[in-house]
């Protein structure tokens, strides 16, 4: 292939993953402030699912509404810098870098990448690339849901909803690391093990158990997915307790922006939804992932030109932690 184009998975339009196409395509060159990134690995998100399927319907305003005419999605990625433009000062060619660049972008379902330096941080030298591409969202989201909201302290019992995908096992895995010991895991029965393999000390099956209704309460509730009615989620939580949600259906999202303040008020535990701040905390998961306190757990890598199976199995909710694009073999 000429060094004028690369392989990428190209969106031709909003629908099933059937939308994606695998095609030869220009490769970006670096403007004034822009690393030329050769990518190496890509993580798969519900971001990249939403703009595939052009669902929730709001996402269109992001990707067009008329639709998304051969765009390059791909928001988590790693891989190493061959090109700088004019004015970078932070990276040079040779360097390993890993990132959100879901503000800058995407595109990580490339061969090759150009945005902005600010999209990156260095990677550190003991981490693969297929790792370092599981863990800016992720990693981010489950900082900030544990820090930043739930101001989580040794003492506090936590349960997270929806443990077993990206998110859920990097919480375990920081909240273990930050002293907490009563670590609760809710997902569906086949992940229970899974969930025990990574740090939760208990674990509960969402299809059998209602986690509102157990009696128990607990400091801080992390939830990737809001499926309990808000008015429900007091009864988990301890007196001064908080919920911290980073993943929701928009109906379920705008039931707790409507009562979430109210109930917050009335029971005297905080409701509250998580926006993600990208790559706010990405230079101190890249640390963490140093000292192998966050070990993220790679469901399957995959090869770019199976970026659509992918796709497809992180759709179907068939996954255990994160599905990773190989887009450069290990
Ligand atoms: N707040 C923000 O600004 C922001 C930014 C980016 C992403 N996000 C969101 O953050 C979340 C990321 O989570 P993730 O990557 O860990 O997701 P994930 O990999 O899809 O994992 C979610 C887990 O929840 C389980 N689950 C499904 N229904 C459930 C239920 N009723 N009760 C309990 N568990 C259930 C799933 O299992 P099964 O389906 O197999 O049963 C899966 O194991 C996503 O919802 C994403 O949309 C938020």
Do not use: C
């Amino acid at each position: 292939m000429s060094t004028a184009t690369m392989r990428a998975i190209v969106q031709t339009r909003y629908g099933k993953t059937g939308s994606l196409e695998l095609r030869t395509v220009p490769r970006p060159k670096p403007q004034a402030g822009e690393v030329l990134v050769r990518v190496h690995a890509t993580g798969v998100n519900d971001a990249d699912w939403a703009l595939i399927q052009g669902k929730p319907f709001f996402v269109r305003l992001f990707g067009g509404t008329r639709g998304p005419r051969g765009r390059i999605l791909g928001a988590d990625v790693a891989g190493e810098v061959v090109d700088v433009g004019q004015g970078v000062t932070r990276f040079s060619r040779g360097d390993r870098v890993f990132g959100d660049l879901s503000e800058h972008g995407n595109g990580g379902f490339g061969e090759y990448l150009s945005t902005s330096e600010d999209a990156f941080t260095r990677m550190p030298d003991s981490l693969s690339y297929l790792d370092a591409a599981a863990l800016p969202h992720a990693g981010n989201l489950a900082m900030q849901s544990l820090f930043d909201v739930g101001q989580l302290r040794p003492e506090h019992r936590l349960l997270v909803n929806g443990a077993g995908g990206g998110v859920g096992v990097l919480v375990a895995q920081l909240a273990a690391h930050h002293g907490v010991r009563d670590i609760v895991g809710v997902d569906d029965a086949s992940k229970q093990e899974f969930l025990r393999e990574v740090g939760f000390a208990r674990t509960l099956d969402y299809r059998a158990v209602d986690f509102t209704r157990t009696g128990e309460r607990f400091d801080v509730i992390v939830d990737t997915r809001l499926t309990r009615s808000p008015f429900s989620l007091p009864r988990a939580l301890a007196p001064g307790g908080v919920y911290a949600t980073v993943g929701a259906t928009t109906a379920s999202l705008l039931g707790l922006a409507i009562w979430g303040r109210l109930i917050s008020k009335v029971t005297g535990r905080q409701l509250r939804m998580l926006w993600l701040k990208a790559n706010k905390n990405t230079a101190e998961v890249a640390a963490l992932a140093e000292s192998g306190v966050l070990a993220p757990r790679i469901d399957r890598g995959y090869p770019l030109a199976e970026t659509p199976l992918a796709v497809a199995r992180f759709g179907a909710a068939e996954h255990r932690g994160k599905i990773v694009i190989a887009v450069v073999s290990p």
